[in-house]
């Protein structure tokens, strides 16, 4: 199989401003990208994406005459989903906010969003920051079957988890880790779960992965009580994991074959997926399962928060004792009036009703002083650690023997 390399991509720049194509161009090809196509109208774009040449990025501004960004988006949905798109404007922060949310709801590829004037390392960090993504997909445009290789790694039992350290924030101590899966595949490298995760709720496979997860979570998870016999361990369950009646009753053997308690256990559960489900016909089966895992003592978190639309009244209806913000809203929220009004507002929403908070995307000190200065209880994010492997995990927690990581 042979992989075409990021340097070598199609990237095509629209924007009516030929300024702004001319300096994007320079910083591109002084990255030594090589194939750089441009277009200041907007219907001239599709005729180029429908040329022989495939453009596989797309670097395209908001407001344009005739055919603007939004227009392309939908474009690309329909009939170009294999092509990255990274969105650049002079607009506002909250119409590039807007943008993305289209973007993202429409399964565009999206590299990103950028605020003019471009600075060109962000603008390249974003390009490279998605190589395995273009991997992945001019693989399977290559004929090689990624789905075929995803069911022989369930089948094989291949997947493996990373830990990430989730830290109290008055304290700076590690109180809990999550469990992240992670796809070692032989040819393209770490695949993110990003991309497998949706695959295998697609091929009905995502109770088999989550079972086979949780199983090793389970084994090693014990490991890290030795030094760090307080830790909690969170796990990603999709929704679809919530129609078996029985998962209670399933964990708690689980548990018990491993010497572990449900007060240890987390599990979580992403809001926009709750949101669905709210509607869903089964939502009587999801709470049921939901109230008994929380009646057995097991910890529940909705993920996430803030990319759905849930109201307080929503969050309610289901007992859960932590409430996750979305790295999209703590990741620069200092900088940013609207990220910090979400933010607030969750972390008020929270702790009203009794809820431990936790801020993801924690990636700098601005970001952690930000969380600390709303109070909110936890952190997680690559300002103390990235998720790591088990062994990995393992050999930090006995170095670090003063667990204080700030
Ligand atoms: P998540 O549950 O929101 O997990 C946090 C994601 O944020 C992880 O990505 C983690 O690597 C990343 N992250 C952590 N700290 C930072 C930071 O400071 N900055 C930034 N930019 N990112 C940070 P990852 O591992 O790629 O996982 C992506 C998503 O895949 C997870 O999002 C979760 O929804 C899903 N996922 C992962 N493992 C499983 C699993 O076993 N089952 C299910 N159903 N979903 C899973
Ligand atoms: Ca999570
Ligand atoms: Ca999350």
């Not at 007060?263 to 939502?283: G, H, M, N, P």
Request: glycine share 4%; charged share 25%; aromatic share 6%.
């Amino acid at each position: 199989m042979k992989i075409k390399r990021l340097k070598d991509y199609n990237i095509l720049i629209v924007d009516d401003d030929p300024y702004i194509i001319k300096s994007i161009t320079r910083v591109l090809k002084d990255a030594k990208f090589k194939n750089i196509f441009s277009c200041k109208k907007g219907p001239l774009v599709i005729d180029i994406i429908n040329a022989e040449e495939k453009i596989d990025i797309l670097i395209s501004d908001l407001k344009m005459p005739d055919f603007d960004g939004i227009q392309l988006i939908r474009y690309l949905s329909d009939t170009h989903n294999y092509i990255s798109l990274l969105i650049i404007s002079g607009e506002s922060e909250h119409v590039l906010q807007a943008a993305e949310n289209i973007a993202v709801e429409r399964n565009i590829n999206l590299l990103g969003t950028l605020q003019k004037p471009i600075q060109s390392t962000k603008l390249l960090a974003l390009i490279k920051s998605n190589k395995k993504l273009l991997r992945v997909q001019q693989s399977s445009h290559l004929g090689s079957s990624i789905e075929a290789d995803f069911i022989e790694c369930i089948q094989h039992k291949a997947l493996s988890v990373f830990y990430q350290p989730q830290i109290d924030i008055k304290t700076g101590k590690i109180i809990g880790v999550e469990a992240l899966a992670r796809w070692h595949h032989k040819k393209i490298g770490v695949i993110p779960p990003s991309i497998f995760i949706p695959l295998a709720e697609r091929l009905q496979l995502i109770n088999e992965l989550t079972d086979q997860i949780t199983n090793k979570v389970l084994r090693e998870f014990p490991f890290f009580l030795i030094e760090l016999p307080w830790l909690t361990i969170s796990i990603n369950y999709s929704i679809d994991c919530l129609i078996d009646l029985d998962l209670p009753e399933k964990l708690e053997v689980k548990l018990k074959e491993n010497n572990l308690y449900a007060r240890q256990i987390v599990i979580e559960i992403t809001e926009s997926l709750i949101t669905e489900s709210l509607i869903a016909a089964d939502l009587a089966t999801i709470l049921d399962i939901l109230s008994r895992l929380r009646l057995k003592g097991f910890g529940l978190s909705i993920d996430d928060f803030g990319t759905g639309f849930s109201t307080m009244e929503q969050v309610s209806r289901i007992p859960f004792t932590e409430l996750k913000i979305d790295q999209s809203f703590v990741h620069g929220a200092e900088q940013n009036m609207i990220k910090k009004a979400i933010l607030e507002s969750s972390i008020d929403l929270a702790k009203r009703i009794g809820m431990r908070t936790v801020a993801e995307g924690v990636e700098n000190s601005a970001d952690l002083e930000i969380v600390k200065h709303l109070e909110c209880d936890v952190a997680q994010g690559f300002y103390y650690a990235k998720p790591v492997s088990f062994e990995e995990l393992r050999a930090w927690i006995v170095k670090k023997n003063n667990l204080v990581v700030i």
